[in-house]
């Protein structure tokens, strides 16, 4: 799922290295022009909330016996996410992207005007619905704060993750016109840098696994000899 963040994080700096569109008819006109890569961007972002729901799952148990109320609280907000994205945010960047090829393929200026007209609704909301999508990167920050205590995890990860989710959190304040540098860096950098946490989680949980089993099958090593 890191991976696949990371992935998306550099298609979509391609696709908008022109710039942000701020009207329907830019993005129909940018999409048009980039319809593959528009369509697998969006695409593995839903492949990638998808993968994110077992993980959910796992930390949730994992950090349960460490704090309930914050494995509770980020169990609920990541799972919300990974509703929440995929069929909101996602899927009505898709449906632009469907649109752009309508958009092209219009013959007359009537069509091409009813097509602008069904992607403005879209475009209109794309802001909050993105800023909804960064904001509850809270979950995962309240999974992070819950690793600080936890033996599962080493301090520097949780710590990291804390750092990288509440830099998510106040990136999504840019979508909605918070003008600020500081703001529109953390919108650009915090995806990526969370991928990097959660494939440092992923690693720590595979490493605890095989800790794990291999404490399972000793005693039952040491009874055979």
């Known amino acids: 799922m890191g991976i696949l963040w ?9 696709l908008y290295r022109s710039g942000l569109p701020t009207t329907a008819i830019g993005f129909l006109q940018l999409f048009s022009q980039h319809q593959a890569l528009a ?6 972002w839903i492949v990638a909330d998808v993968i994110l729901v077992p993980i959910t799952i796992a930390l949730y148990i994992i950090l349960k016996p460490v704090s309930k109320s914050l494995a509770v609280g980020g169990a609920i907000l990541t799972l919300a996410f990974c509703i ?8 009505q960047s898709l449906r632009l992207v469907g649109y752009s ?31 909804i999508s960064y904001f509850l990167t809270v979950g995962p920050l309240l999974f992070a704060i819950a690793m600080v205590e936890s033996d599962q995890f080493k301090r520097g990860t949780a710590v990291f993750g ?9 990136g999504a304040f840019n979508a909605v016109g918070v003008s600020s540098i500081i703001v529109g860096l953390l919108f650009i950098v915090s995806v990526p840098a969370v991928a990097l946490w959660f494939i440092l989680v992923g690693a720590q949980m595979i490493r605890n696994y095989r800790k794990t089993a291999a404490a399972m099958t000793q005693p039952a090593t040491l009874k055979q000899i």
């Open 6 to 14: 990371v992935a998306v994080s550099y298609m979509s700096l391609i």
């Open 101 to 131: 090829q309508a958009y092209l393929a219009a013959t007359t200026e009537a069509a091409k005007a009813s097509v602008i007209t069904n992607a403005t609704g879209i475009v209109s909301t794309l802001p909050l619905m993105t800023f």
């Open 84 to 91: 929440y994205d995929p069929l909101v945010s996602e899927l």
């Open 162 to 170: 804390v750092v990288t989710n509440f830099m998510a959190v106040i």
């Open 39 to 44: 369509a697998t961007t969006w695409s593995l």
